[in-house]
Each structure stands twice: as structure tokens, then as C-alpha cells.
């Protein structure tokens, strides 16, 4: 006999236990969550879980504050004692130099606020009280935010996992879905090498692995992939681990970096990323032009850090749609399918507030955050979700 829940999650990162939980917990369904490796073993593992508001699409900052509210009360919103997240409450330094990005700086600034958000200019003199390790003479606007900060993707997920295993999903590791079982216009589960598991709700949260799926039941998405490369370095003393994540507008690919585990400072990019046909096949090698240009802009940044040598590198992949925000709600012409993909580089500080949204609006209840405008039928109405600072992931 086949098994059946009332919904399935396919997809144990970060956004699929997230959402797992909450239809366990806000609609008592028994879920399974089914992915083809580990828990936490695809696009989350790679994470650099970076937590901030700074948007220019006002949903955005909505869902990461209502994110943030979890991350501050973690352990109570999962009703487990023992959930951890690793969220260290930093803050969060945006630099820009005077420009255009600086105006729309100033701008975001205000309209976050308007949306809730604790965010506010300072001096650089105040955000050197801040990170005292900063060269800030190029910057002409700063931004701030005292309650964002940075988590840990594997504890943040294995939590949700536990939570949701504790209100009694069923979690199948190591089980790879082969297809959606889909008659008269509805799902009603999905295929695996083990068998069928049925549900009259499923869940797609496999970001940049999502094509395949949709294309099996002939269901086009706009969807791309890209490679990004996070480096670690190290220098003589420990690079402290409450000192502010750190966004820098002045680079052309729109660098950032924070502390990491090890006394060491993590760095990546919020640019486009290179673009890469299959996730299953990306170029794990790291060019050393790569190296040196992130280590001359970390440096300009933090001259402390001059000459110090990389300690650790990773790349990771982007699922990224054409306005670089994610696609979040029902499957058109699939009724009782979910789409959640397209996160570009912005889906950790998002999944705790969208697994709650999507469960809410599954269950047909009152959502903390309207996410209706991350429907995929945007892309063909023109109501696309578009950020002020161009192509990359700080929309």
C-alpha cells in the first residue's frame, strides 16, 4: 500500500522544514518531508545565513522582521527547548559611496522604517564605534541595523526538522522524488525508487533543483542557476564574533562579509554569480584571480587585514529568477501544488517567515506577511518584485 499523509514537503533545507513545521503545527496535518540527501544537505549547507531587513521591496524587509521575531525567540516559537539557531544578534553596516546607490540608500532607509523595520543612518565615526576595524573615508552614506545579524544553517534547520518531527512529520532522507503524481488537474503525491507517497498537498522547496520537477509535468518556470564563491580569512587576531555584518555598495560585485566560526571573517559576493547549466555540476575551483580580488577589497575595507591568506573556500549555487525574488504559492492549472524557488541568494533570512506564510496560506488563514505578490503568473502580468540596486541579491 502506498503512503499517505496530508501533505508532503519535498525539500529538507532550511525553507522546506520551515514550512514543514508550520503546517504541523498551525493545521496539525501529518507531513512528510522527503528529500533525496541529508537534512540540510543541498543550497542551505552552502548558506552564509546572513539576517538583515535591508531591502527595496518593502515585502521583503516584512518577511525578514517577522524572521527576525523567530531568530529572537527560537526555541519558544518551535516549542521545543532545545531548538538553536546560532543567531547572534551583530547588527548590520550597509557603506555606500555618494551616487546613485547612496540616493537609493537613503531612500531604503526610509521606506524600511515605514515598514517596521530598526534601521537608521549613522556617522562614520558611529560606525566605527560599531566595527573600530573599518577604513570608511570613501563612504558618503551608512546604514544601520542593530537586531539583524547571522545564524547557523544547520542548526536553524535541524531544529525545524526536530520541531516538526515532534508534532508528527515523518522525515524520508536519501529518498529522491522522481516525479509528481498528478489526475484531473490536481496532485495527489509523488513518485520515488522506493515507492509512491500520497498527499493532496505537496510542497516544492528544492530551489535551484526545482526545473526538472515542474518540466515533468510540463509546467515551464523562469529559472537560472548560478555559481557564487565564499572565501574565509584569517588574520593575527581573531576576528570577533559580535562585530557587524558588513555590505559594501562601493564594490562592484557588492561584496560582504562577517564573522565567522574560528575567529575568522567569511566573505562573499551579491552579484549576478556565473552562470552554470546544471547545480549537479559545478566547478568546485576557486581562481586565484578570485582570491586576490577579494582580499585587495577586503583589505581596502579593513586594512588589518592586508596581505592575510585565505583559510577556507566553498561555492554554492543561486536560484534566481528575473527579478531576483523568489517564487512563493499555488502551481497554476496544479491545484493543491506549492511552488517556493527563486530565493537569489536571499532565502535563510526569509524561510522561517515564508514556511509560515506559505503553511497560513495553504490552510486558507489570515497570512502575518501577504506573499500573494510572489505568485509566478508576475512574470507574465509585469507586476514583477524589482530592487533598486540592479541585478543581485540585496532586492
Not at 527560537?74 to 543567531?87: I, R
Not at 546604514?143 to 545564524?151: Q, V
Not at 554554492?316 to 501544488?337: H, R, S
Amino acid at each position: 500500500m502506498p503512503e499517505t499523509y496530508d501533505a508532503i514537503v519535498i525539500g529538507a533545507g532550511v525553507v522546506g522544514a520551515s514550512a514543514a513545521f508550520h503546517l504541523a503545527k498551525l493545521g496539525r496535518l501529518k507531513v512528510c518531508i522527503v528529500d533525496r540527501g541529508p537534512v540540510c544537505g543541498g543550497g542551505t549547507a552552502k548558506s552564509c545565513a546572513i539576517v538583515r531587513s535591508h531591502y527595496s521591496v518593502p515585502s521583503n524587509t516584512a518577511l525578514t522582521l517577522r524572521s527576525l521575531e523567530m531568530f529572537g525567540a527560537f526555541a519558544e516559537w518551535l516549542e521545543d527547548a532545545d531548538a538553536e539557531s546560532g543567531f547572534v544578534a551583530s547588527g548590520y553596516l550597509i557603506v555606500a559611496s555618494e551616487g546613485d546607490f547612496a540616493d537609493k540608500l537613503r531612500r531604503n532607509l526610509t521606506m524600511q522604517a515605514d515598514v517596521g523595520a530598526e534601521t537608521f543612518l549613522v556617522s562614520r565615526e558611529e560606525a566605527l564605534e560599531r566595527h573600530p576595524l573599518l577604513a570608511l573615508d570613501d563612504a558618503a552614506v551608512i546604514g544601520y541595523e542593530p537586531k539583524s545579524g547571522y545564524a547557523d544553517p544547520y542548526l536553524t534547520t535541524t531544529s525545524f526538522i526536530r520541531a516538526a518531527r515532534a508534532k508528527g512529520a515523518v522525515v524520508e532522507t536519501e529518498r529522491a522524488v522522481e516525479g509528481l503524481i498528478v489526475e484531473g488537474g490536481r496532485v495527489r503525491g509523488v513518485r520515488s525508487a522506493q515507492g509512491d507517497i500520497h498527499a493532496g498537498l505537496v510542497i516544492s522547496a528544492i530551489g535551484p533543483w526545482t526545473r526538472p520537477l515542474t518540466e515533468s509535468i510540463g509546467l515551464e518556470i523562469p529559472l537560472e542557476v548560478s555559481r557564487h564563491i565564499v572565501l574565509t580569512f584569517g588574520a593575527a587576531a581573531p576576528y570577533a564574533p559580535e562585530l557587524p555584518v558588513i555590505k559594501d555598495l562601493t564594490t562592484a560585485n557588492k561584496m560582504y562579509f562577517r564573522p565567522a566560526s574560528g575567529g575568522v571573517v567569511l566573505v562573499g559576493t551579491g552579484d549576478h554569480g556565473d552562470p552554470v547549466a546544471d547545480p549537479e555540476a559545478m566547478d568546485e575551483n576557486v581562481a586565484e584571480d578570485f582570491v586576490l580580488l577579494q582580499g585587495g577589497q577586503l583589505a581596502h575595507r579593513m586594512p588589518s587585514f592586508a596581505g592575510v591568506a585565505p583559510t577556507a573556500n566553498w561555492v554554492g549555487p543561486y536560484d534566481i529568477t528575473p527579478d531576483w525574488n523568489p517564487v512563493l504559492g499555488p502551481a497554476p492549472g496544479v491545484e493543491g501544488l506549492t511552488l517556493a524557488f527563486g530565493f537569489s541568494g536571499h532565502g535563510f533570512k526569509l524561510a522561517p517567515a515564508v514556511g509560515l506564510t506559505l503553511a497560513q496560506q495553504i490552510l486558507g488563514q489570515d497570512m502575518d506577511v501577504d506573499i500573494t505578490p510572489y505568485g509566478l503568473e508576475r512574470f507574465e502580468t509585469g507586476k514583477l518584485l524589482v530592487g533598486a540596486y540592479g541585478v543581485g541579491s540585496i532586492s
